[in-house]
């Protein structure tokens, strides 16, 4: 069998599950001359679809599986299958890959699940001059040679009758293809709505993740944080211990002093009262005196309490403060834009920002306050009026109680929106909206 240098697809498929009847083979001979090469004719039926990896091979009669090929060419694809010339296809074998026997072969289709859709009519490898060959023969041979005509003839007809319940077979299975690719692509749909869905799932999974991974990085420090406030007070309680060892070392010091006063009192008879009495009154001070003790430990620990309670109220305030701080910094920024881009407006509209007046006209001045270098007056005068507080304005701060303009009351104003005023017809824009704000001022002066 010819070697190649691909192999095309192929399966161990039986001839039962073929279909022979969607691939036709036309103009075949019943030989070829070796030395020449071969063109297979063949036509694709009506509901059939060639596929890249489909190919023509050459068979030997009696094949059981498409392995056994003895050699192949790869199918062309049409360009347009509803042309009726693109259903009729040829394909030229070399002479140099044919066989080289007289045995009989035949053309068949494989598609590239290694499925046979097409099969010709047998044919010979030979030379044309054997047919010139007188061949004599007997009676006994020409009845036998009749009578195999005659079973060759009903087994055409078997094979016709065959093809014609294989085609019927083949458009059953055609509309049952159809059936299941709709059936595919509703499936198909379908995955990719869960595919959609899986993919919302995860992203929302991944999101919860990273506020798992924050919340225990939090976690982490103020555990840090907790670790460090462990060890202060393991220190506290080891410098309490020692204090605790000299107390007791020096009770055993006063014990000592006891017995010396008890032997003394052996000797001195006379006073032994007295000295039970004062004995008494020592027993009764030291027991006040551990009675202090233990309401000065309460204390202390009630101090280290209020004492931790108050660090976290600062820590909390630090935290407070640098927040407000940024966001100060952060309208002090936004100011600043907003000042640079009231320089380019003023720039745009050809006024200079030095020379623009600021004093806002009064309702009995109308337009007479306005400046006489514009024609329609100053298209700030909104701004003006909206940025610069009136004394009148000022309140006391409700935090400090100042009369005067403090921090609180500056960050107060700088949150405040600013809007934009038409100085014709007294439209009010939002400060967000410069660009139609200076387009509307514009349309006034055409």
Same mark, same amino acid.
């Given at each position: ?8 697809? !192929?399966?161990?498929?039986? #001839? ?22 071969? !063109? ?20 030997? +009669? ?12 790869? +199918? ?39 499925? +046979? ?59 049952? =293809? ?51 406030? +462990? ?31 008890? /032997?003394?009192?052996?000797? =001195? ?10 004995? /008494?009154?020592?027993?009764? !001070? ?8 233990? !309401? ?48 380019? #407006?003023?720039?745009?509209?050809? #006024? ?21 270098? =514009? ?20 309140? /006391? ?50």
């Amino acid at each position: 069998m010819e070697e190649t240098i691909k192999d095309p697809p !192929t399966s161990a498929v039986l #001839l039962d599950h073929c279909h022979f009847s969607q691939v036709i083979f036309n103009s075949v001979e019943k030989f070829y001359t070796p030395g020449g090469d071969v !063109t297979c004719h063949y036509t694709f039926t009506q509901h059939f679809i060639p596929r890249r990896k489909d190919w023509i091979g050459i068979f030997r +009669v009696g094949w059981k599986t498409t392995r056994e090929y003895y050699t192949f060419m790869w +199918v062309t694809l049409p360009i347009d299958l509803n042309n009726k010339s693109a259903k009729q296809q040829e394909v030229q074998f070399k002479a140099y890959y044919l066989p080289k026997d007289d045995e009989y072969y035949q053309f068949c289709y494989v598609d590239e699940d290694g499925v +046979v859709r097409g099969a010709s009519i047998p044919f010979q490898f030979r030379p044309e001059n054997e047919e010139d060959i007188l061949v004599v023969t007997t009676q006994g041979e020409v009845e036998e040679i009749e009578q195999h005509n005659k079973e060759l003839c009903k087994e055409n007809q078997e094979l016709k009758d065959s093809c014609v319940s294989l085609q019927k077979q083949n458009s059953d299975m055609q509309a049952e =293809l159809q059936k299941k690719q709709e059936e595919l692509e509703t499936l198909q749909s379908i995955n990719k709505k869960l595919e959609l869905k899986v993919k919302e799932q995860k992203d929302y999974w991944e999101t919860e993740l990273l506020q798992l991974k924050e919340q225990n990085q939090k976690m982490s420090s103020e555990n840090e944080k907790m670790g460090i406030r +462990v060890d202060q007070l393991q220190a506290q309680l080891s410098t309490q211990e020692k204090e605790m060892e000299k107390l007791v070392q020096g009770d055993q010091d006063k014990t000592e002093q006891l017995e010396q006063l008890k /032997k003394e009192n052996d000797h =001195l008879f006379l006073s032994l009262t007295e000295q039970r009495k004062d004995q /008494k009154k020592l027993e009764q !001070t030291v027991e006040q005196m551990k009675q202090n003790e233990t !309401t000065a430990m309460k204390k202390q620990q009630e101090l280290m309490d209020e004492n931790f309670d108050l660090s976290k109220r600062l820590s909390e305030n630090k935290i407070i403060c640098n927040a407000l701080q940024r966001e100060k910094e952060r309208l002090e920024g936004e100011n600043d834009l907003l000042k640079r881009e009231n320089s380019r #407006l003023l720039s745009y509209m050809g #006024l200079d920002f030095n020379s623009l007046p600021y004093q806002v006209p009064t309702s009995d001045e109308g337009g007479a306050g306005q400046n006489p270098g =514009l024609a329609y007056g100053n298209p700030y005068s909104g701004i003006q009026e909206s940025s610069s507080p009136s004394p009148l304005s000022i309140k /006391k701060c409700p935090i400090c109680k100042a009369d005067d303009i403090c921090d609180h009351t500056l960050e107060q104003q700088q949150m405040q929106p600013l809007c934009l005023n038409c100085p014709i017809c007294d439209k009010i824009f939002p400060a967000t909206e410069k660009q139609i704000f200076e387009d509307h001022v514009f349309c006034h002066s055409l």
